[in-house]
C-alpha cells in the first residue's frame, strides 16, 4: 500500500516557477516508477512527467525544457520543478506510482494516486 500527497500548488503569474513536492508513504517507494499528471477543468488527466527507480525521466512535449522531474528516495519524494510557466500550465496537478516501474504516460497502469494540488498561472 502507497499513499501519496501533493503539495506546492498555489497561484502563479506566468514566466514563473514553482516545485511540487510529492510525499510517499510504504518501504517500497524506492522501487516504483513515479509520474506526474496534470487534468484541467472539462479535460482529461494527461500525462506530465515520469521518474523511474534509477532515475530516468520523461516528459510530455508541451512541458519538455521547462519541467524537471526528481526523486529522493531517502525521504520518499519525487518533487516537479516548473519553470517559466504557462497560462495553459494552470490544472490540478497528480503525482502517481507504478510499481512495475514502467515510468508509462498511461494513465491507466498507475496504481496509486494523491489528491491532487491546483496549479493556477495567470497571465
Known amino acids: 500500500q502507497v499513499e501519496l500527497v501533493e503539495s506546492g500548488g498555489r497561484l502563479v503569474q506566468a514566466g514563473g516557477s514553482l516545485r511540487l513536492s510529492c510525499a510517499a508513504s510504504g518501504r517500497t517507494f524506492s522501487n516504483y516508477a513515479m509520474g506526474w499528471f496534470r487534468q484541467a477543468p472539462g479535460k482529461e488527466r494527461e500525462f506530465v512527467a515520469a521518474i523511474r527507480s534509477g532515475g530516468s525521466t520523461y516528459y510530455a512535449d508541451s512541458v519538455k525544457d521547462r519541467f524537471t522531474c526528481s526523486r529522493d528516495n531517502a525521504k520518499n519524494t519525487v518533487y516537479l520543478q516548473m519553470n517559466n510557466l504557462k497560462p495553459e500550465d494552470t490544472a490540478v496537478y497528480y503525482c502517481?506510482?507504478?510499481?512495475?516501474?514502467?515510468?508509462?504516460?498511461?494513465?491507466?497502469?498507475?496504481?496509486?494516486w494523491g489528491q491532487g494540488t491546483q496549479v493556477t498561472v495567470s497571465s
Open positions: 502517481a506510482a507504478d510499481r512495475f516501474n514502467r515510468a508509462t504516460p498511461e494513465v491507466r497502469l498507475y496504481f496509486y
